[in-house]
């Protein structure tokens, strides 16, 4: 293992800007010095020539169910390690694995699961920097394709053991269950980037919710609640909903699967245009489907989850009326955004690392190419394809 590492002669993608005339010095795992290509090379430096590829940060996925085959549900270390290691192969250096409406017993298994991973990194995988607490706690008529018969309603004596653990990071309630709003706080006081999600809520509701903590909609446009969906529960006058709050309120935080198949060109962009890359969260939502042939695939625990269809595109119910998950990565989301968009590449980059870290607060050491920060990247070619991913530094995976 080289000490030091200087990584050379392609673009390099910072926070803000994307420099061409730089080099990026690693030492001991860590980002030494981001500067101007010039002068002497340390004595002791190992050179990676980027042949003028791009370096950009790992990505880091705050909401990610599964991928070659496994499921994060499925609750054995075997299966979480297939899961990273088949995102680390779309360039995402750091995820967060988030459960669905299981038993608290499942939930359980595969937080202990991640908890051995964690102990016990691989050096060809995605990091675990936390978990992602999703389901259960969905509304009943936003459940998509969760499981039905174990959404409930937020409650103390379980919930509380989950945050025991120290893993959860990110934590998942919709905003009209009864004990939403003691969910939030208990989160909130624990540090978690709190957030609504399969929710029919009302913007009051919503107004709440972010009285007690919440500042995060999971996935923006799908399963959540809109203007036509609330007539049905609130009647006339016609009521805002989580659209409208997401977009009036500056503190809040959303996100959007990019994969050209969950939501149109127009309204990526206007996820953009009204948030800003600051706001605005690049997330695969990711299914075991990903990186495995079209067919039939269980979502959530090989036991007892859903069946859905992926044509190799993206997820579907059987019957084919609504969406599935996907059954992308993020180098797949990163490439959709720039085509629908005006967003430089410095901008989309940070959707999908940067701004992601600093909202689940693991942004110190990770999210982007700075000096302290890990040596997380991913070389991307013109076209953005993966060539090469870097872990602390070393490489993991190379395309060729």
């Given at each position: 293992?080289?000490?030091?590492?200087?990584?050379?002669?392609?673009?390099?993608?910072?926070v803000?800007?994307?420099?061409?005339?730089?080099?990026?010095?690693?030492?001991?795992?860590?980002?030494?010095?981001?500067?101007?290509?010039?002068?002497?090379?340390?004595?002791?430096?190992?050179?990676?020539d980027?042949k003028?590829?791009?370096?950009?940060?790992?990505?880091?996925?705050i909401h990610?169910?599964?991928?070659?085959?496994?499921?994060?549900?499925?609750?054995?270390?075997?299966?979480?390690?297939t899961?990273?290691?088949?995102?680390?192969?779309?360039?995402?250096?750091?995820?967060?694995?988030?459960?669905?409406?299981?038993?608290?017993?499942?939930?359980?298994?595969?937080?202990?699961?991640?908890?051995?991973?964690?102990?016990?990194?691989?050096?060809?995988?995605?990091?675990?920097?936390?978990?992602?607490?999703?389901?259960?706690?969905?509304?009943?008529?936003?459940?998509?394709?969760?499981?039905?018969?174990?959404?409930?309603?937020?409650?103390?004596?379980?919930?509380?053991?989950?945050?025991?653990?120290?893993?959860?990071?990110?934590?998942?309630?919709?905003?009209?269950?009864?004990?939403?709003?003691?969910?939030?706080?208990?989160?909130?006081?624990?540090?978690?980037?709190?957030?609504?999600?399969?929710?029919?809520?009302?913007?009051?509701?919503?107004?709440?919710?972010?009285?007690?903590?919440?500042?995060?909609?999971?996935?923006?446009?799908?399963?959540?609640?809109?203007?036509?969906?609330?007539?049905?529960r609130?009647?006339?006058?016609?009521?805002?909903?989580?659209?409208?709050?997401?977009?009036?309120?500056?503190?809040?935080?959303?996100?959007?699967?990019?994969?050209?198949?969950?939501?149109?060109?127009?309204?990526?962009?206007?996820?953009?245009?009204?948030?800003?890359?600051?706001?605005?969260?690049?997330?695969?939502?990711?299914?075991?489907?990903?990186?495995?042939?079209?067919?039939?695939?269980?979502?959530?625990?090989?036991?007892?989850?859903?069946?859905?269809?992926?044509?190799?595109?993206?997820?579907?119910?059987?019957?084919?009326?609504?969406?599935?998950?996907?059954v992308?990565?993020?180098?797949?989301?990163?490439?959709?955004?720039?085509?629908?968009?005006k967003?430089?590449?410095?901008?989309?980059?940070?959707?999908?690392?940067?701004?992601?870290?600093?909202?689940?607060?693991?942004?110190?050491?990770?999210?982007?190419?700075?000096?302290?920060?890990?040596?997380?990247?991913?070389?991307?070619?013109?076209?953005?394809?993966?060539?090469?991913?870097?872990?602390?530094?070393?490489?993991?995976?190379?395309?060729?």
């Amino acid at each position: 293992m080289a000490t030091c590492t200087v990584f050379r002669g392609g673009p390099i993608v910072l926070v803000d800007s994307v420099v061409t005339d730089h080099r990026v010095t690693v030492r001991d795992g860590l980002v030494d010095t981001v500067e101007p290509d010039r002068g002497s090379l340390p004595a002791d430096a190992e050179v990676v020539d980027l042949k003028g590829a791009s370096l950009s940060p790992g990505f880091v996925d705050i909401h990610v169910h599964g991928g070659g085959g496994a499921d994060f549900m499925d609750a054995s270390v075997d299966a979480v390690r297939t899961v990273c290691r088949t995102h680390l192969r779309h360039g995402t250096t750091s995820l967060f694995p988030t459960t669905t409406t299981g038993t608290v017993e499942q939930i359980n298994a595969t937080m202990d699961a991640c908890r051995e991973v964690i102990d016990s990194p691989g050096g060809d995988e995605s990091r675990i920097v936390g978990i992602h607490l999703y389901g259960p706690y969905f509304a009943a008529d936003k459940v998509g394709c969760h499981q039905q018969v174990h959404q409930r309603d937020p409650d103390i004596a379980e919930y509380r053991d989950y945050f025991a653990s120290g893993l959860v990071k990110i934590a998942t309630c919709a905003a009209e269950l009864p004990g939403a709003g003691a969910f939030y706080r208990y989160a909130y006081r624990r540090g978690c980037l709190v957030t609504c999600g399969h929710s029919n809520s009302t913007f009051p509701e919503m107004a709440a919710a972010f009285r007690a903590g919440m500042r995060h909609v999971d996935h923006f446009w799908c399963v959540m609640s809109s203007v036509s969906s609330l007539r049905p529960r609130c009647g006339t006058p016609m009521q805002a909903s989580m659209e409208q709050f997401v977009l009036v309120e500056p503190e809040m935080s959303t996100e959007v699967i990019a994969d050209g198949c969950h939501l149109s060109d127009e309204l990526l962009d206007f996820a953009y245009r009204m948030k800003g890359s600051q706001r605005l969260c690049l997330v695969t939502d990711s299914s075991r489907a990903l990186d495995e042939p079209p067919g039939r695939y269980i979502f959530g625990s090989k036991d007892d989850g859903n069946w859905f269809l992926s044509d190799g595109e993206v997820g579907r119910v059987l019957d084919g009326t609504n969406l599935a998950s996907s059954v992308a990565g993020m180098d797949r989301m990163v490439r959709t955004m720039l085509r629908a968009t005006k967003a430089s590449l410095a901008e989309v980059v940070r959707m999908a690392s940067l701004t992601p870290a600093e909202r689940a607060g693991v942004a110190d050491t990770i999210g982007s190419i700075e000096p302290g920060k890990r040596a997380d990247f991913v070389v991307l070619s013109p076209k953005i394809k993966v060539r090469r991913v870097y872990l602390a530094g070393e490489l993991a995976v190379s395309s060729g």
